[in-house]
C-alpha cells in the first residue's frame, strides 16, 4: 500500500489460508512403519498385482484388486505403533470415496480418516491412533476397474508393549448417565454404572436406543464390559464423544448373543454411550452394568480447557493501573504493522471510567459478558492514524467486540482500514469513522452492533454494514453498503455512494468468549434468516464450556492440534504465531475454530494451512493465515471437490477470517481460500496480496487467486479481495450471493501482456463463470492503481455472462489517480473511466 493522493484511500487486504486435501508426502524422506511388512487385501487381480507390492517401496510396482466397491488393503505394522500420518500413492484406478482405518488385533476397526470426493494421485493424510493393523477400506471407485496402489505407507512411532495394558478400574462407576428411555422408574440409567449387578437399566420397547455415561473428562478408552439381563442388543455400537453431541464409533457388534462380553476399543472420549440399532428380544434393551477401561494404550488424550496463555490480558474495573497497561500494548503495537506481537484484552463485566483504549496492529479488545451492555466503557475505544500522517489506509489487523461504549467527547473514533471488524458494540453516542483531521481512510466493517447517534464514515471510500441499527447516517465516498440495518439511509446509488438491503438473507454472528460466574465458555450464536437489527439480547444460541477447546498456544505443534480435533475438541487460538509443518484437518461437524488477538497460522514447506471437510455447521472465527515463502497450493480450502451435500439447515461459516500473501516477508499460494461446499456464509473476509512491505514483487509473492466458489448457494457478505495475479474472485458455483465487495487490482502488473487471457487485458477483479445460470450481488467496486505500467486500459472490473439469471446491482469502477484506466464496468457495458480525478464509472444494474 502506497501514499496516494487527497481521496484516493489505499486498498490493502489480510487473507486467510485454505488447504487442500492432497499434497506431497511431509515425510518423504522417512522410512514407513509399512514399508516391507506383511500385506493382505480383500483380492488381487493378478500374480502381478499382489498385496506385498503395495508396501515394498518401489513406486513402480502396484497391488491392485478386482473391479468391485467393497475392497481393502491392509499392512501388519509388526507392533503397535502410534500413527500419524498415512500416503496413499494412486495409480490411475483410484479410489474417489475411502475409509483409513486402525486396529490392535486385524478384527476390531477404528476409522483414522473418512475421504470422499479424493482425485487420485498422491492423498496425504493427517491421522492420529495407535494399533498395529492399518487398512484402506474402499467404498466407491473412482473408474470400473478396481483399486490400485503403488504404494501404501503408514508413517508414526512404535514402542512400548505390543499388546499394551488397559487399567482395572471401572472409570464409569458412579458417573452421571442419561438414556433415550427408561422402561419405568425402578430401571433409570444411572443402575447401569452403579456396580451393583441387581440393578439394571432398561428402555422401551423400539429401536434405536441408547444409553450414556459421563466420565467427567476426557479418557484413552481401551475396553468396555457389557453385562446384558435377558433383554439384549443384538445389534449395536459402542461411541465416545468430547462433547455429547458428535460421536465416534469405536466398536460396531452385529449378531450378538447377549451375557457378559468385553470389547477392546482404541479412542478416546469424555462421554461412552451404547447405541443400539437391532433389539434380539421384543422387549427393549437391558443391561445390569457397563464397565469402562482406560489408560495404557499409548498418549493420554489431550485435555481441553485450561488457562488463556501470557498474551490475553484479562481485566476488571478495579485492575491497578489499567491505563497504562492499554497504553504500554499500544505503543508496542502502533505501527507494528508486520511484527510478531499478538494481544487480546478481556474485560470483565462492570462499568469502565476514563479509559481510552487505543487499539493497535494486531490487538482486539473485548467485553467478557453474555450482552454488551454488561462490559460499559464510560470512555473511549480508538483507532486513529497518528502513526501514518492522518492516512488511516493501513489501519489493519485490529478488532473490538462485546462491549457497550459511551465516548468521552459524544462521538468514539474507529478509523480503519480492512480486517478491523467493529462486532457487537453498543455506542451510546455517535461513531466517527475517520482519522484526526479527516485524512484518508479505506475501510471498513461493523455486524450486530447498535450506535445510538449518528455514523460519520466522512473520508472513507467503502464500508459495509451488517445487522444493525444507527441513528443516522451522513457521508461517505464511493461506496456504503447496508443490509438488515436499521436507520439505515436509503439506496442512492445512481447520485451517491448507497446500496440498502432492508434484511440480510442469512446470517449467524461470530463465537464469542465470554463468562458464566467464573467460568469461561464460548457462545455460538444460532443461525438467521431475513435479519434486520442485533441479535442481543436474546441470544439465541449454544454455549459450549472451554473444556470443550483445545486452547492452542505458541509452540503448538500441527499433529497436536489434529490429534485434538480428531479427539472431538474444538479449537481457540491464543494470541500467537504458529507455524505448521503439515494441514490442520477439521473433519467433524460443528466444530469451531476461534482465533484471538488475530492469531496467525504460517503453513511451512508448501503445505495448506487448513481443510475443512463436507460437514455441517463448521465455524472458522478470529485468525489469519499467512502464506510461506514454498507456494502452497490452497491456504483455505472448506469443502472437498464435488462435494455435493445440502448444509443449508447448518452452514459452515469463516468470519473475520483474513488471508496475507506477502508483507510480512515473501508468500506464495496459488489459492488463497477455495470454497467447495454448498451454503458457505462468507461474512468478512480481506484476502490480500500485499502491495506494500517486505517480500513483494509480481512473482515474488505470486498468488494467482484470492477466493474460488465452486460450491452453491453460498454468501457473501463482506468481501474485500485484492491484488491478485489473476481473478481476484472466481464464482463458479450456482446461485451465489455477495452483499459488498472491495477491491484494487495488482498495482504491480509489469505491463498489458502479463495480464492478457483468451484476447482480454486484464482478470475481472470479479469473475462468475460462463457456466452459471443463477448469481446475483450487490454494491461492489474496483479499482485500479497500476503503478508499474500506468498505460493499462483494464477491459473491465467485473465479468459475468449475460443471462436473466445473473442479476449485478450497484456496480464501480475508478482509477486511482489516473494510474491506469477501466474500459468498462461489467463485460463490454459501462462508461470508461478517463483522467486522474478519481470519478466512479457506475451501473446500477445489469443486465
Known amino acids: 500500500m502506497r501514499l496516494r493522493s487527497l481521496g484516493v484511500a489505499l486498498a490493502a487486504a489480510a487473507a486467510l489460508n485454505a488447504l487442500p486435501t492432497t499434497h506431497p508426502p511431509a515425510a518423504a524422506a522417512e522410512t514407513p512403519l509399512s514399508q516391507g511388512k506383511s500385506a493382505t487385501a480383500s483380492s488381487e487381480e493378478n500374480a502381478g498385482t499382489a498385496a506385498a507390492k503395495g508396501v515394498d517401496g518401489d513406486t513402480g510396482t502396484r497391488w491392485s484388486s478386482a473391479a468391485t466397491d467393497d475392497q481393502w488393503f491392509q499392512v501388519d505394522l509388526g507392533a503397535t505403533a502410534s500413527v500419524t500420518q498415512v500416503v496413499l ?110 440393578t439394571r437399566w432398561s428402555s422401551q420397547a423400539s429401536d434405536p436406543q441408547w444409553l450414556q455415561v459421563d466420565l467427567g473428562a476426557a479418557k484413552d478408552l481401551c475396553k468396555v464390559d457389557l453385562t446384558w439381563e435377558a433383554a439384549y442388543g443384538k445389534d449395536f455400537q459402542i461411541q465416545a464423544s468430547a462433547d455429547g453431541q458428535s460421536w465416534n464409533t469405536l466398536k460396531s457388534v452385529d449378531g450378538a448373543t ?28 437391558s443391561l445390569w452394568e457397563v464397565a469402562v477401561h482406560t489408560g495404557g494404550t499409548g498418549t493420554p488424550p489431550i485435555e481441553g480447557g485450561g488457562d488463556l496463555g501470557p498474551n490475553v490480558i484479562v481485566v476488571d474495573p478495579s485492575t491497578p493501573n489499567l491505563q497504562q497497561k492499554f497504553d504500554d500494548v499500544f505503543k508496542q503495537q502502533e505501527s507494528s504493522q508486520f511484527g510478531t506481537g499478538r494481544y487480546q484484552f478481556l474485560l470483565k463485566p462492570g462499568t469502565y471510567n476514563g479509559v481510552n483504549a487505543q487499539i493497535g496492529f494486531y490487538t482486539s479488545i473485548s467485553g467478557l459478558g453474555l450482552n454488551p451492555d454488561d462490559t460499559q466503557i464510560n470512555g473511549d475505544v480508538t483507532v486513529d492514524a497518528g502513526w501514518f500522517n492522518g492516512n488511516a489506509t493501513q489501519n489493519f489487523w485490529r478488532s473490538a467486540e462485546n462491549l457497550a461504549i459511551r465516548p468521552s467527547h459524544g462521538d468514539d473514533r474507529w478509523a480503519v482500514a480492512q480486517a478491523a471488524p467493529f462486532r457487537r458494540i453498543h455506542v451510546q453516542g455517535g461513531l466517527n469513522l475517520a482519522p484526526n483531521g479527516y485524512g484518508w481512510a479505506s475501510g471498513g466493517y461493523i455486524a450486530d452492533s447498535k450506535i445510538d447517534g449518528t455514523v460519520g464514515p466522512y473520508s472513507q471510500q467503502q464500508w459495509y454494514t451488517r445487522d444493525s441499527s444507527v441513528g443516522g447516517w451522513t457521508n461517505g465516498v464511493w461506496n456504503m453498503t447496508f443490509s438488515g440495518v436499521q436507520g439505515a439511509p436509503a439506496t442512492n446509488f445512481d447520485s451517491g455512494p448507497y446500496t440498502t438491503l432492508d434484511t440480510t438473507p442469512v446470517s449467524r454472528e461470530k463465537p464469542f468468549l465470554y463468562l458464566d460466574g467464573s467460568t469461561y465458555k464460548v457462545f455460538v450464536p444460532a443461525k438467521r434468516t431475513t435479519a434486520r437489527g442485533v441479535s442481543w439480547p436474546a441470544n439465541a444460541g449454544t454455549s459450549l464450556p472451554l473444556d470443550q477447546f483445545y486452547v492452542v498456544k505458541p509452540g503448538a505443534t500441527a499433529t497436536t492440534i489434529n490429534a485434538a480435533l480428531a479427539q472431538g475438541l ?240 450497484d456496480l464501480l469502477v475508478i482509477s486511482l489517480g489516473g494510474k491506469g484506466q477501466y474500459a468498462h464496468v461489467v463485460n463490454s457495458t459501462g462508461a470508461a473511466t478517463s483522467g486522474t480525478d478519481t470519478v466512479p464509472s457506475k451501473i446500477t444494474s445489469f443486465p
Open 570 to 809: 474444538n479449537l481457540l487460538f491464543t494470541p500467537g504465531v504458529y507455524h505448521l509443518d503439515r494441514t490442520i484437518d477439521v473433519t467433524r461437524a460443528n466444530t469451531v475454530v476461534l482465533g484471538l488477538g488475530l492469531a496467525t497460522l504460517i503453513p511451512d514447506n508448501g503445505v495448506d494451512a487448513m481443510h475443512v471437510a463436507d460437514v455441517d455447521g463448521v465455524k472458522l472465527a478470529g485468525f489469519l493465515i499467512d502464506a510461506g515463502p514454498v507456494n502452497s497450493d490452497t491456504l483455505l480450502r472448506i469443502g472437498a471437490p464435488g462435494s455435493g451435500a445440502d448444509h443449508s439447515a447448518n452452514p459452515t461459516s469463516m468470519q473475520d477470517v483474513f488471508v496475507r500473501i506477502g508483507g510480512a516477508g515473501p508468500g506464495l499460494a496459488t489459492n488463497s481460500v477455495v470454497v467447495d461446499s454448498n451454503n458457505v456464509i462468507i461474512d468478512h473476509t480481506w484476502l490480500w496480496r500485499a502491495d506494500h512491505g517486505t517480500g513483494v514483487g509480481w512473482d515474488t509473492n505470486r498468488a494467482d487467486y484470492g477466493l474460488r466458489v465452486n460450491g452453491n448457494d453460498v454468501l457473501a457478505t463482506g468481501l474485500f479481495v485484492e491484488h491478485f495475479n489473476k481473478y481476484d474472485v472466481y464464482w463458479s458455483g450456482e446461485r451465489g450471493r455477495t452483499i459488498f465487495f472491495q477491491n484494487e487490482k495488482a498495482y504491480d502488473a509489469p505491463n498489458a501482456a502479463a495480464i492478457t487471457h483468451d484476447g482480454i487485458v486484464g482478470y475481472a477483479a470479479y469473475k462468475v463463470a460462463d457456466t452459471v445460470g443463477t448469481h446475483e450481488a450487490w454494491g461492489l467496486g474496483s479499482y485500479c492503481n497500476y503503478t508499474s505500467d500506468p498505460s493499462i486500459v483494464q477491459a473491465h472490473g467485473f465479468q459475468v455472462p449475460t443471462t436473466t439469471g445473473i442479476k449485478m446491482h
Open 89 to 198: 500413492n494412486w495409480e490411475t484406478a483410484y479410489g474417489k470415496d475411502y475409509k483409513v482405518q486402525i486396529s490392535k488385533d486385524g478384527s476390531a476397526w477404528t476409522d483414522l480418516k473418512s475421504v470422499t470426493g479424493s482425485d487420485g494421485g498422491a492423498d496425504t493424510l493427517d491421522v492420529s491412533g495407535q494399533g498395529r493393523y492399518v487398512r484402506m477400506l474402499g467404498v466407491h471407485r473412482a473408474t470400473q476397474w478396481g483399486y490400485s496402489l503403488w504404494e501404501f505407507q503408514v508413517f508414526g512411532a512404535t514402542g512400548g508393549s505390543t499388546q499394551p495394558t488397559c487399567g482395572t478400574a471401572n472409570a464409569a462407576q458412579g458417573r452421571p448417565a442419561t438414556a433415550s428411555s427408561t422402561e419405568n422408574a425402578g430401571t433409570p440409567a444411572s443402575a447401569a454404572f452403579d456396580g451393583n449387578t441387581g
Open 258 to 285: 447377549g451375557g457378559t462380553a468385553s470389547y477392546d476399543v482404541s479412542g478416546s472420549g469424555r462421554y461412552v454411550r451404547i447405541l443400539g440399532t437391532a433389539r434380539g428380544t421384543g422387549y427393549g434393551y
